[in-house]
Each structure stands twice: as C-alpha cells, then as structure tokens.
C-alpha cells in the first residue's frame, strides 16, 4: 500500500475533531488534499498526525469524513476492509437487540457517522435493503457492504438491494447490484404498528416512508385519543395521517399540494381495511390555502401535525422553513381547540434543536399566543445521535399546548 498522504487541516477542523465532530469542510486547506489518495492523514497546526480521513474529492461541501482518531493510522487504512466488516456486524448486531423494532419492518442498520460508519445509512425495508451514500468515497467498497450485510440478512436477496447516492445529485441508481433487468422497479407493502404501506423503489429519490421519524410517530400516540379531530400538514404519503385513524381519531385531515402523494396516500389507507375511510378527508392543495380554507368552515382540531420540507419556493421567492413558522403558527391558532397541541417539526441541520426551541418561543412571545411546550422531539431508537455533531441531529420537534 502506497504511503498516505499527510496533509495539514485547518486548525477550527482540529478543533472540531477533538470535540467529536466528524467532517472536514471544504476550505482551503481541504481543497489542496492530493485528489487522488484515498485515505488522508490530517495534521494539526503542529504538524501532528490526529486523524484518518475518508477522502472524497467529488463532494461539494463535505471534503473528508473522520475514520478514526487511533493511532497507527498506516495499519487501520491497511486493514479498512476488515474495519468496515467489524463496525457493520456491531451497527447490525445494535438493531437486532432493539425489541421496539419488532413492531416494523423498516428501520436503519447503519445510521451514518453515529454508527461510525461516515456518510454510510442502510434502510431494512422488509425483505428489501436500500443502501444510501451519502459520500462516493464508499463506491468501490459496494460488494464489501452487500456481502457484509447478506451473511446476517440471508433473507436479502441479490436483486432486493438497492444503492442511492443522496444528497447533491437527487439522484437514483435505478439498478440495484446485479440486476439484470433494465428500468427495474419495485413495488411491495411493509408493515409499521400494525399498518400496512406502499413502498416504490427505482422510480422517485424518496420511497414512500420516512423511517427517521418512526420512532416520532410512535412516541405521538399519546397525544392522539378516540376523541381527537387531527389535521396533518404536509402529509407525503400519510404516515401520520394513518396513525391517526388507527388510534381512532374521530376525523382526520390530510394536506398536501402534490396529486401523486394524496393518491399515495389513498392507497396506503385501502391496504388497510380495518381503517375507515370515512373518518378521513384529503385535501390536495397548498397548507395556506387548506388552513384558510378550514377557518372559513369554522373547523377545529385537537392535534395538528406540521412538517415543512426545509425550503420551499412559490415560484418568486425561496423561503426556509423556520420564517415559515411565523405565519404557519398564527394560521393554525385559528383552528386549534382549546387544550389542543400543535406537533411541529424541523428538518434541516442547519438549525440546532435550541435554536428551533428558541426561534419558536420569540415568536409566540411576539404572537401573544398562550403555549407551552410540554415535549421535545428528536431522533432515536434506530437514529442514534453523535455528540459534537450537530448536523447528524437534523430532525427535531416540539409539542405546544395551547394554554
């Protein structure tokens, strides 16, 4: 193995890294690494090695992930494969001892740089796998991760893998490994709590349910009564909407400005029979339009679920999802009972979970609204957290109660 580089790093890099926090961001520091060496010995501002970086060259923002802060460096990069072997078998093994993910069959087996496994996050859908990059430093290493992964998993078959690059590109490797079909799609059902749902693989950059907030959907059950009227924002594909009608809620609202996700989500509610769909109204619009819309009919809600994508556009301008929230919360003031309790979340790691608490406490200050947060939301059970990374706790929420 050719020697590896040992390049210097910006000294708030070596910071970070001795607080935990596992990228180096491009600067220029990073922007001179060798492009073609793989691995990256990162030298602090005395010229000491501190750590092993995957390289990755391509990525925009995100120029190297930490592999570990253990000396020998030269001996861990000589001997990688058997560590990603070694972390795999420890994040599976992980899942596998968690019994609250018994009650669904969708839940991540390698949550990224929580399971010090960098930019590496493997979905189990079932009796499917889609395995997500998030940096292309983990292309060559694919048939490492699939045979890894089939040697616990034996019921996962060749052509039920699937590999993603996220986050830049948005885009799809349609094909999973050694497929032989061209153009290959799949569509099945899994079941989350005893519900059944639509899942379609190969044909859009999300497959339908989002598995990060299962264990937040969980959690909301005890909010959510046989008496409850819920109105869910932004709904996708209907996760919470479902949940809902299964708890009994007297009616529910879903709202979403996408035809394709309302008529997902009509499907989701017809895979489920026991669920009656009377109790249950779509509205494909956008959420001003819907919470306006439902003022004007005099409608009232006992719990009303929001959650924004991170940015939105109308067309003329860009705005982000916490300003959004000044104008979201006084909208559905108008519509929330008595007692009753908005759930809002963020999705965005660009925001931390104090900030969010904070922005949202200003504006209800500067509202005159009468809430208190009674619950704080954030990942957990399969989503482990890193301290010292914030970016890896991007979903948070809180629970107002209106006084």
Known sequence: MNKIPECAIHPISAKLIRTGHPWITSDSFSNRFPRQSEFIVA??????PMALLLHDPQHKNVKARVWTTQYPFDREAQHFTASVQGRLDQAFTKRLQQKELNERENFYLTFGEADALPGLFIIKLKDRVLIQLYTSFWNPYKAIIQTTLQEVFPDVKDDG?????????R????LPMNAVEANRKDEFHLQEFGLQYLIRLGS??????YTDMSSLRYELKKL?????????????????????????????VSVDLSPKYIEWLQQNIALNPELDHTQHTSMTTSVDEALRQLDLQKNLFDVIICDPPSSSSDGEKRSS????????ITNMDKILAPK???????????????????????????LNLPYK??????????CPTLKGFPEGSYLKGLVLEKS
């Open 43 to 48: 030298l602090d501002d005395r010229r000491r």
């Open 161 to 169: 893998i699937w590999f993603q690059l996220r986050g830049e590109t």
């Open 171 to 174: 885009e799809l490797q349609k």
């Open 204 to 209: 859009s950059y999300d497959h339908g349910l």
């Open 224 to 252: 959510i009564t046989q008496d409850s009227r819920v109105l869910n924002l932004f709904s996708y594909t209907g996760a919470y909407s479902l949940w809902a009608m299964k708890l009994g809620s007297k009616h529910v």
């Open 321 to 328: 999802a916490i300003k959004s929230y000044k104008e979201l």
């Open 340 to 366: 009753g309790k908005m759930v809002i979340f963020l999705n965005t790691h660009q925001v931390t979970s104090q900030k969010f608490d904070r922005v949202i406490q200003d504006y209800l200050k500067e």
């Open 373 to 382: 947060v009674t619950l704080r939301l954030g990942l957990g059970q399969d």
